[in-house]
């Protein structure tokens, strides 16, 4: 997806999906990793109403609101929406947005999202707020999609969390055809982030430290937090590097140089995590086949040695029969 950010300052998740068989840096089979009893990210599905647009080829530009949720009811937005070539561009602006660490220290900036009527949630770009406002434009290949804003631990999420702060509203001047639709997609319960580590319990210094590095510092500790580091050691090398060349850089004065690097390290850790969870899943289904596959070798066995015992009694009743009848043809034969 090729995006064009425009944004006001600095303030305010899963890809690269390894089909690896074992977690990184197993030597062999004999290594093996201890899975987790419940799964971290457990997303609960839950049934949202949203309107969906379907921005017809041919339609031209058309313009929709943003309205503040529940959680943020003060909040504003508009965005210019054009189908251009088969791409649609989408151009959004936003006020009235406040701090997302108010839901948490966990949470550091805003992400639009773009879901589908089949409930499939698109990242399409991260929203830096600075005095409540917000730019944001991006393309994207969907043309029929509603549009979401949720708070997030960093901007590369691959999953949104169900802190919607904004929600698409059709003006009546709105092109397209406007469908109402109930999407199944699946949102991240808040506190999902919060029981694991949390290191940024403070208040952020923004003048010193650029948000980005603060994201960097969150998406590590979040990957590392559910094994990353043993699950897919070889990517998350790549991001605990990624952060702490940010950090030098930071140290060195060279604010542009951290900021790459911080962007970098939250998408290589939100890589490790997103592989991390595939390989321990993997891992839950084998382990699952091997107790079934067990279970299925014990009860096999069980019916065996249960059938070789009624043989046997059968034999021995049999045995004992003939030895009866033996005795009596001989009790006869001695009478006559």
Known sequence: MKQTWFLTAAMGLVAALAPAQQPAGAESSQQVLELPET????????????????????????????VGTAIMPRARGQASV??????????????NLGAPTQF?????????????????????????????RGKLKVTTDLQVFGLIV????????????????????????TKGRIHFIDAQYELLKKGQYS????P???????????????????????????GADKWAGDIFSRAEAGLEMAENALKLGDKKKAIQHARQAVQTAEDAKITTLERQEQARI???????????????????????????????????????LKAEQERIQAEL
């Open 39 to 66: 799964p971290v990210f457990k997303a609960e599905v839950v049934s949202k109403t949203i309107k969906a647009i379907n921005y017809r080829v041919k339609s031209g530009s058309t313009r929709i609101d943003f």
């Open 82 to 95: 054009a189908n251009k070539r088969g791409r649609t561009e989408i151009e959004a602006e936003f006020e």
């Open 104 to 132: 948490g220290a966990e949470y550091l900036t805003y992400v639009l999202w773009a879901v589908t009527p089949e409930g499939r949630a698109e990242n399409l770009g991260e929203i830096l707020v600075k005095n409540g």
């Open 150 to 173: 949720t708070a997030e631990p960093y901007f590369s999420v691959h999953q949104p969390s169900d802190l919607i702060v904004l929600q698409n509203e059709a003006r009546k001047g």
């Open 195 to 198: 029981k694991l580590a949390n």
């Open 200 to 226: 940024l319990s403070l208040t952020l210094d923004l003048k010193h430290t650029p948000l980005e590095l603060y994201e960097a510092r969150n998406a590590v500790q979040i990957a590392k937090s559910i």
């Open 286 to 324: 084998e382990k699952q086949q091997r107790e079934a596959d067990e279970a299925a070798r014990r009860a096999k066995e069980a019916a065996q040695q249960a059938e070789a015992q009624r043989r046997a009694e059968a034999e021995r009743r049999a045995q004992a029969e003939a030895a009866r």
